[in-house]
Each structure stands twice: as C-alpha cells, then as structure tokens.
C-alpha cells in the first residue's frame, strides 16, 4: 500500500482532481472517488483496508492544493502546532504534557474529576493534531519519521498510563466514551501502517472497555441523540481498525433510533425541533453534531457491506430544511439553540455555522440529486452574504470543511438562492424564526417543557434569563455581529432584547449545574401560516414572583410586541428590554428620537414620557403605539469570557451599547408596554410609518386576559387568548393562539394552536361572513357558515401545541 505521504504528494501534483468520498462526480456537485480510496481497491485490499481509506480522506479532505491559499497557510500553521507539542511532550506518570496532569488524586465522577479526564481528552487530541501534521502535505512535517515516532510513543504512554482495559472511568464521561476513542482511532487510521499488531490490538481493548456493546443497547440516558451517533462513531472506527465486523454491524444498528422523530425528550421533533438533555433546544451544538456524525458515516459506509439503509434514515435528510435551515441566517447560526455552547471563548454564532454548512454540503451527496442542489444554492447563498465572518475565511475551520466549501463557491453552475420569506414556530422546543429577504429574527421562550438556559460544566453561568422572550434579529447589511462581537461577556444579562425580568440579582449558575431549571407556566407557543406568526409566553422569572404574559405578531416587515399582566412581589424594578445593540469597540451610531438627535456620550442616559418613535442608525427603527414612555442609555461595558465561563480568558474587553427599555417600577402590577420592531429601517422610513401607524396598526387588546392586533392592510387579525374571551370579531371558548388572514383571492386562512396543550375542546367564532369552509383538518369535529364562522374542536391537548390550518371562502 502506498504510504500516507506518497498519497498527498499525488493529491498535490494531480491539480486536486482527487476529492474526499465515493459520489457522483465534480461537475455534477459532487465529488470523485478520492485517490487514497481507489488506491485500497486497486491494491486488492480487504474492505476494512477501504473504508480506513475512505476515513482517512473524510478527516483529512482532499482535492486542494497545498500551494494554494488559504490552505497553504493553514497547513503551515497546523506544522507550527505539531512542533510545539512534539517539543514540550514530556511523558511523565499522570501526563503526557506538563500542563495536561491527567492523574486525578480523588478519582470519581463528580466536577473536580472533570478537568482531569479532559486533560486525558486534550492529550490525545494533540497527539491527533501531531499525526495530522504528518499526513499532510505542506506542513513542513509531512512523512516526518520522529514526529511518528512521537506520536506512537505518547499513544503508547496513554496506553500504559492511563487509557486502558484497566482504567476505571473517572470524571466526564465523554471524555473517556466519546472524546478520547474519536481522537485514538483517528490517529490509528492516519498512522495504521507505523503500526504493530500488538498495538493496534491494545489500543482497540482500551476502546472497548470504554465503549462495550452494552452502551448502546438501551436508547436511554447519555446514549440518544448526538451522543449515541458520536458512540456509534467510536465503535465503528475501532471495528475498521481492528477488523471487526460484528463490532461495526451493532453500532450501524445502533443508529436506528436515532431517525425517527420523538415526541418526548431528545432528539428530531416532526416540527423541526431538536432537543438534547432533555429540555435544552440544541440545533447548533448537538444537533450540529449529529448533522456532522450522520453524515461522515453515511459516506464512509455507503457502498460497502455495513451501508446504514434504514427506511427512515430520509427523516434526517428532511431535516436539513424543516429543523437546520431556519435557524442559519445569512451565515450564522442562531445563538437561542446552542445551549452553553454561547459561553465559549473563539467561538461564535457564525463559527458554529460553519461546520453545518460544511456538512450539509457532504449530506447532499446521499440525498436526492433535487435535495442536492436546492442544499448547495441555500449554503452558496449563506457563504456570499456573510460579510463579518465569512467561512472561508476562518482561520479554524478544518481542511477537510474548507475544501468543501471552497469548491462550492468554485462552482460557477450553483446559484445562490436568497434568504426565505418564511416564519416557522417550533412548538416542541418554544423557538421561532421569522426570516424576510432583508433580515432575520428569533425568538426564545421558556416554559414547564422548556429550560430557561442551560448552565453545566461550569459554562454559561450567566445566561439565566435567554428564555425570558429574548428577540434577536439579524439584517442583511448590518447586525451580523451582534452576537458574534463579544457580546455574551459584555452585556449586562438582565438586559437581553426583547426580554421582561425582574432586576433580582441571581446567583451564577442560578438553578445548580445541569439543573436545567423551568417555569411553571404552560402557555407558550403561537400559530404560524408559514408567513406570518401570532405568539406568546406566559412567562415566569427564574427564582422569582415575576409574571407577565408577552406576544409576539411576526408580519412582513416589522414585529409587533405587547407586554400585559407584568407583575412582581421581589423587592426589585422590572424591566422590559425593547432592544438592546451591540456598537462593537467604538460605534457611536446616532440615535433620534420623535425626530430629535441625541446625545452621543457614554453614559448618557435619558427618559422619555411620551415617545412615539425612535431610531438607531444602521440598526433599527422602534414605533410606539399611543406613545409610551421609555428609557435609553448609551454605556461602555467591560466583562471577561471568564465571567461567563470557567474556562474563558480572563482579559478584560469593552463593548458599547444602546440599550431601550421601560422601567416597570418595583413590584409592579398588571403593567404593560407595547412597541413595534422595524429592523433594518431607516430614519426616514421609521418616521413615515410613525405617522401612519394609527391607521395601520390597532391594538385590539393588551391585557393579562387577551393581546391582540389588527392590521387591515395586510388583512390580519392575530389574538392570543390567555384565557376565554372576546376581541374584535374574535371569540375563543378556552384559551388559543388565533392568526386569521384574509387575501386579495376572497378567501381566509384561520390558523389556531393550543400551546398550552390543555384544550380538550374549542369553540371559535369569528363574526364575519364565510360562505364556505375549504379545508380543514381532523382536529375541526364541526364547522358552520353564515354572517359568522364557527369552529368546533375536538380534544387539542394532545397535539402538542401545532397549528392548525382552516380555510374558508367569503362572502
């Protein structure tokens, strides 16, 4: 067999015409059967010998040029890394490196324990980056027999030292059942033919005490998921590299109940939702992760003996579109379904993107040739328009990504497709998303189903209020960095945008590590046309008396937000956030209000009595329905990634920011607000519709009962019912979500949820004349029509809060 170097000298002088797995070829979106394969097959090699091939090129990538930038950088920079850590490797008892001391002194499982196993963990990831080094062409180690030898020397110390038959498992457990066999069997294909038998055969026994048949054997605890994909990763590996066939057949069967959607606990929903610990919505971490775990194995597998063939396996594909999709925006994925993830210092909402698109890119491959190229153009589409942190050029993305992406943009026969007019409301994890061609937004909810935020392994300490109706939105030409521009160590946490929260101060980590803490209340949720959405939360402060009820009317170029039944005995104000923006280092975006410029100082702060509209300039434009009385503060803040992370850096940064928000005064009663979101619109723009605004929006209700709008030019009425009632022409026997929307065709499409999944029965009225009812789901037991149309439903309490879709012809 040719060795590694010889392989990447070829892939280097052959133009990159050898790519990363078996598909169909370049010119058609795909990708050819990679050199290092063809060569397992032409040499007459065992199957495992191909499929050792086939990983390596999917861990390494191929079809670049390492002369070429920005991958001749980075492979001179992945050399630079190898070096150092061949330099300061010092096998030692209890290390491999001086700074990553992996005996612990009191071994169990508690969090003292943790950074012991990590450092076990790290250890082997380095030896991983060493051995990378040295199968890549360019990185000034390529086929550099002492880095080898480094490299089996540290597995080999790991071996005898701590990772082994006889270990008994200490600290974190995925650092011993999913971090550290990942990175050893990676290592054991990249250096499989340095290899001895006996060490091969040592280091497949240490994989599987950690990793034995029995750890997915039930679909239950830290086995669901991402985490059983990244077990079944581990297992299958060791199988290629032990030659195991039975090991490789249990962890593909393993996977099968990874792909049918749930309906309890972790995993796909059949509404898009992904959740992981149980009430976490984890789109951009673990779901990441099992987008990225899927995908490599459908490749690695496809076409050989263990291929994953499971009929539902095509529901994962679905979710590229129904769960992944909605919450990437121009680039970046959407902070409210990353969990603790938010917390980490180098990383970001659009580095966490990356990955994905990456690995989507890799999915299409398996997926139907239309699945393929409507996946390619969206993903074109987010790498062309992100213009503050561009894939292509992240520094750490991996080779095998970048190549992916870089031939994607390279090809002139995909056309990028613009972002969606669409709004999706994700009812099993209390998250929507409401994209238009010029900005996105999302919003995050908390509820009895749903944690507030996610705080374990000492990250995220202050991310306790994320589920208190935080809004965050996006513009195609501004806002992209919001997040990403240290926002999480800077902001001040009780001021999120679009948030209520009691200003009592919480304790870090408030709710216990993986405490998960949730509210009490039920009704959180809304009812979506796929357009447009009508939402609301019930909300309940963490560790607080803290209520209010807050809805959300998502339309076409502006969100609407009401505020009703605000009420609090905690001793502390009440505050609700109408937006909050990050100005970066030094922005001094001007800010006017009812047409008054402000001023630009820090720490100038102003209350206003009786606002009716305010602008930010380059961000967004804020209406204030019968005018309304709010507070503006421009403010430099400094924090530190350590303040929100145990493991951040502790230097100190500075941000500023514009900060709007009504004081409720302390423990207020029923107090209310009401605004309107224009992101992205400019002054004039703002002030336009200020002046229109009576004649275009009406308020129908805003109480703790009822909150509703109307707007008659787009023909929209949208209530949430808190509890029975009537507004406007609508009534509701029982508490709903109601969007009706009237078109220019004469016919109305009424859309109504339960989202505190209580109904066992409906009655709803809306009193204008329908003529006849089109469509109607199940769920609908009875319909009449006349001067008014009235609905009856059976028992909603079990559908989980979904919409449902009436329409009806007008008279």
Same mark, same amino acid.
């Given at each position: ?13 052959? !133009? ?34 191909? &499929? ?94 002492? &880095? ?59 994989? %599987? ?11 239950? !605890? ?15 590996? #060791? ?31 059949? %509404? ?37 063939? %499971? ?92 190549? #992916? ?179 970066? /280092? ?7 209000? %009812? ?54 850096? /502790?230097? /100190? ?39 229109? &605004? ?44 109601? &969007? ?72």
């Amino acid at each position: 067999m040719a060795t590694p170097w010889s392989r990447r000298r070829f892939l280097g002088t052959s !133009g990159g015409a050898a790519a990363v797995i078996l598909g169909s070829s370049a010119a058609a979106g795909g990708m050819a059967l990679s050199y290092s394969a063809v060569a397992a097959a032409a040499d007459g090699a065992d199957e495992y010998d191909a &499929l050792r091939a086939k990983w390596r090129d999917l861990y390494l990538g191929a079809g670049f040029s390492p002369t070429a930038e920005p991958f001749k950088t980075m492979l001179a920079s992945l050399g630079t890394s190898a070096a150092n850590f061949r330099s300061t490797m010092a096998p030692a008892s209890g290390s491999l490196w001086p700074d990553l001391v992996y005996a612990d002194p009191d071994p169990d499982l508690d969090t003292e324990s943790y950074n012991f196993s990590a450092n076990m963990n790290n250890s082997y990831n380095r030896l991983r980056t060493m051995a990378e080094a040295y199968s890549q062409p360019g990185t000034g180690l390529t086929g550099d027999a002492g &880095l080898k030898d480094a490299v089996i020397a540290g597995l080999d110390h790991l071996y005898s030292d701590v990772y082994n038959e006889n270990t008994t498992q200490y600290g974190n457990w995925w650092n011993f059942q999913i971090g550290s066999p990942q990175a050893l069997t990676d290592i054991c294909v990249l250096l499989y033919d340095q290899l001895s038998e006996a060490q091969i055969a040592n280091y497949c026994k240490a994989v %599987d005490k950690f990793l034995p048949d029995s750890i997915v054997g039930s679909y239950t !605890g830290t086995s669901t998921g991402a985490n059983r994909v990244d077990l079944c990763r581990g297992m299958i590996l #060791r199988g290629i590299v032990g030659k195991n066939e039975a090991k490789i057949r249990v962890a593909v069967d393993a996977l099968t109940p990874v792909f049918p959607y749930v309906t309890t606990g972790d995993g796909f929903y059949a %509404d898009g939702s992904f959740v992981q610990h149980t009430s976490i919505p984890y789109i951009g971490g673990y779901g990441a992760v099992l987008n990225d775990g899927l995908g490599r194995l459908f490749a690695l597998l496809r076409g050989s003996s263990w291929e994953v063939n %499971d009929p539902n396996s095509q529901l994962f594909l679905d979710t590229i579109e129904s769960a992944i999709a909605p919450f990437i925006y121009d680039g970046l994925m959407m902070d409210n379904v990353s969990g603790r993830g938010i917390s980490r210092v180098g990383g970001s909402d659009h580095t966490r993107a990356h990955g994905v698109m990456a690995s989507i890119v890799l999915l299409g491959q398996g997926a139907s040739p239309e699945e393929n190229a409507r996946w390619r153009a969206m993903v074109k589409g987010w790498l062309q328009r992100d213009y503050y942190a561009p894939a292509l050029k992240n520094p750490g993305m991996s080779l095998v990504n970048l190549s #992916r992406l870089q031939t994607l943009m390279d090809d002139t026969s995909v056309k990028a497709s613009p972002e969606p007019v669409q709004s999706r409301v994700f009812h099993n994890m209390d998250r929507v998303t409401h994209r238009r061609r010029g900005w996105g937004a999302s919003l995050s909810m908390a509820s009895q189903r749903i944690a507030h935020y996610e705080f374990g392994n000492q990250e995220n300490f202050r991310g306790f209020h994320t589920g208190s109706g935080w809004l965050s939105w996006w513009g195609d030409s501004s806002g992209l960095e919001q997040y990403s521009d240290s926002f999480w160590p800077t902001v001040d946490p009780y001021r999120l945008p679009g948030t209520t929260v009691s200003k009592k101060k919480l304790a870090d980590g408030e709710g216990g590590n993986w405490g998960n803490p949730k509210p009490s209340t039920a009704w959180v949720g809304g009812a979506t046309d796929g357009e447009f959405s009508a939402v609301g939360q019930h909300l309940q402060g963490l560790s607080s008396t803290m209520y209010a009820k807050k809805s959300w009317f998502c339309l076409d170029d502006s969100i609407v937000c009401l505020g009703a039944g605000i009420t609090s005995a905690d001793g502390t104000a009440v505050e609700s956030v109408v937006d909050n923006r990050n100005l970066g /280092a030094s922005g001094t975006p001007a800010l006017t209000v %009812d047409g008054a410029a402000q001023p630009k100082t820090q720490g100038w702060s102003h209350t206003f009595d009786d606002a009716k509209w305010a602008h930010l300039d380059g961000h967004a434009g804020y209406l204030f329905p019968g005018g309304a009385k709010f507070t503006a503060v421009r403010e430099e803040r400094t924090g530190a990634w350590k303040d929100i992370n145990a493991g951040g850096t /502790a230097d /100190a940064i500075t941000r500023r920011y514009v900060t709007l928000f009504t004081d409720h005064g302390t423990d207020p009663k029923d107090a209310t607000y009401a605004y309107v979101l224009l992101p992205g619109a400019s002054k004039a723009a703002t002030a336009t519709r200020a002046a229109a &605004l009576p004649g275009q929006l009406k308020v129908l209700a805003n109480s703790g009962d009822q909150q509703g709008v109307q707007v008659p030019t787009l023909g929209v009425t949208a209530v949430n019912f808190w509890s029975a009632g009537t507004v406007g022409k609508v009534h509701a026997s029982a508490p709903a979500c109601v &969007l009706i929307r009237e078109d220019r065709h004469g016919t109305a499409t009424i859309c109504v949820s339960d989202p505190a999944r209580q109904a066992t029965s409906l009655e709803l009225t809306w009193n204008r004349r329908v003529s006849s009812v089109l469509s109607k789901p199940s769920s609908v037991t009875g319909a009449t029509t006349g001067s008014s149309l009235k609905l009856t439903f059976g028992d909603l309490s079990g559908l989980a809060g979904a919409t449902q879709k009436i329409k009806v012809k007008l008279d």
